[in-house]
Nanobody, 126 residues
Framework: VQLQAFGGGLVQAGGSLRLSCAAS????????VGWFRQAPGKEREFVAA????????YYGDAVRGRSAISRNTAESTVYLQMNSLKPEDTAVYYC????????????????????WGQGTQVTVSS
């Protein structure tokens, strides 16, 4: 599976961005697809994930209420709409896929995702 992320950029605090992640190489069915982020000097942080089958959604504490993850199954694309952006949202955002049968408590564990995209930079200015 190859993942290509789009949509990063520079935005002012309070603004919005929509990240896209296109998956290719196989037809998605029961995978979990999501986003992690990593800021300089910090550990990877779970942002959001969606179950390809059924559409169950999960969010990290830092973005819950300000972000929405969705998918287009026909185009094998996942979207992350981020609103009310803050300077602390500045990071490289990585699109990820897990083909494991994840339970809810595993969703936020980066080690459970075997496929990572190249990352897209999001910078929020104050």
């Amino acid at each position: 599976v190859q993942l290509q992320a789009f949509g990063g950029g520079l935005v002012q605090a309070g603004g919005s961005l929509r990240l896209s992640c296109a998956a290719s190489g196989r037809t998605l069915s029961r995978e979990t697809v999501g986003w992690f982020r990593q800021a300089p000097g910090k550990e990877r942080e779970f942002v959001a994930a969606i179950r390809w089958s059924g559409g169950g959604k999960y969010y990290g504490d830092a973005v819950r209420g300000r972000s929405a993850i969705s998918r287009n199954t026909a185009e094998s694309t996942v979207y992350l709409q981020m609103n009310s952006l803050k300077p602390e949202d500045t990071a490289v955002y990585y699109c990820v896929i897990s083909d494991l049968s994840l339970i809810a408590s595993e969703i936020g564990n980066p080690a459970r995702y075997g496929y990572w995209g190249q990352g897209t930079q999001v910078t929020v200015s104050s």
